[in-house]
């Protein structure tokens, strides 16, 4: 199973671009790689995936270098409402695995 | 998208007593389903993955008897907390397999 280890705190201004960059140094070769969001009292919410080079939603975008042993998840002029703890996962997307969950990123955006 | 109802959102219960947290996915089957705790302002640990018709897989330091997982249809999971205690106190979320992990929005239990 890959482990992760993220920043536990960043700060941040409202319309700053924040980039969350995650290790997983010992990813398997089918694993992808997942970052959610939560806010307190609230489940994880899914904000994107990918298995290599960039993946962009409305929301965000996601760099994984060529090796797949980091990963940098890019918010784009964030708001206060970004405020929220961010954690990576990795693992395959099918086949039975669990997930387990690093410390996380708690991402502070000030006014 | 994908939508996993948990249920109740919060509980309060009385020492001794037993609570049933509900786990549905909505739009999808789901075979395999991941309970997980969280106390304040830390990370979610993983207690137990639920599996349709068969036992679920506890992980290590999680005590089976105490929290009772039932997966009876692909649709359905719950953890039910036995003769709670103040330190069963927490948030509970759980969370089904879908190309990944759909998280329902947890559930906090206040035993007092």
């Known amino acids: 199973l890959a482990k992760t280890t993220q920043p536990i705190s960043m700060d941040s201004y409202e319309g700053q671009e924040v980039n969350i960059t995650c290790s997983h140094n010992?990813?398997?070769?089918?694993?992808?790689i997942t970052w959610y969001q939560q806010f307190p009292s609230q489940g994880p919410r899914f904000i994107i995936q990918?298995?290599?080079t960039k993946v962009t939603n409305e929301v965000a975008s996601l760099f994984i270098p060529a090796d797949r042993k980091s990963s940098t998840l890019s918010l784009p002029r964030v708001s206060l409402s970004d405020t929220a703890v961010y954690y990576c996962?990795?693992?395959?997307?099918?086949?039975?695995?669990?997930?387990?969950f690093g410390s996380g990123t708690k991402l502070n955006v000030k006014p | 998208g994908a939508v996993v109802s948990q249920h109740p959102s919060r509980v309060i219960c009385k020492s001794g007593t037993s609570v049933k947290i509900e786990c549905r996915s909505l739009?999808?089957?789901?075979?395999?389903m991941f309970w997980y705790r969280q106390f304040p302002k830390k990370s979610l640990m993983l207690m137990a993955t639920?599996?349709?018709?068969?036992?679920?897989?506890?992980e290590q330091g999680v005590e089976k008897d105490k929290f009772l997982i039932n997966h009876a249809s692909l649709t359905l999971s719950t953890l039910t907390v036995t003769s709670a205690h103040p330190e069963d106190s927490s948030f509970y979320i759980c969370?089904?397999?879908?190309?990944?992990?759909?998280f329902g929005s947890g559930t906090r239990l206040t035993v007092v």
């Open positions: 996962l990795v693992g395959l997307l099918y086949n039975f695995n669990k997930f387990y």
């Open positions: 969370s089904a397999r879908l190309q990944g992990l759909v």
């Open positions: 739009d999808f089957q789901a075979t395999t």
């Open positions: 010992n990813i398997a070769t089918n694993d992808y």
């Open positions: 990918g298995y290599k």
């Open positions: 639920s599996n349709e018709g068969s036992k679920a897989t506890y």
